[in-house]
């Protein structure tokens, strides 16, 4: 049973910092890559980052150099500073199992299990 549960979304002002966390409740010792998502009313759900079975990490043009990927056991974070009106959306954390590369920024239907969402609203 795979469960993932995301934390730390909440309204800032423009310019301003949240971190989001994603915990990843999984069967011990199973390989897999948790990558984050997000998505803006009547938008579709577009991926945003994602670290890689060896660390490495790759971001969504729009959030490249204001938003940071990092792990640390069975936590995932977002760091994102300098968060604009156009970063308002539900955040999600996203699961595959198996080991994954950051060679293509995430795509949502290559994720098997999902959290439940975090919601981020930057004003201006």
């Known amino acids: 049973q795979v469960q993932l549960v995301e934390s730390g979304g909440g309204s800032v002002q423009a310019g301003g910092s949240l971190r989001l966390s994603c915990a990843a409740s999984v069967v011990s010792d199973t390989i897999y890559c948790v990558a984050w998502f997000r998505q803006a009313p009547g938008k579709e759900r577009e991926g945003v980052a994602l670290?890689?079975?060896?660390?490495a990490t790759i971001y969504a043009e729009s959030v490249k150099g204001r938003f940071t990927n990092s792990k640390d056991n069975a936590k995932n974070y977002l760091q994102m500073n300098s968060l604009n009106t156009e970063d308002t959306a539900m955040y999600y954390c996203a699961l595959r199992p198996g080991v994954c590369f950051a060679d293509v920024v995430p795509r949502p239907a290559d994720f098997r299990y999902w959290g439940q969402g975090t919601q981020v609203t930057v004003s201006s």
């Open positions: 670290i890689d079975s060896y660390g």
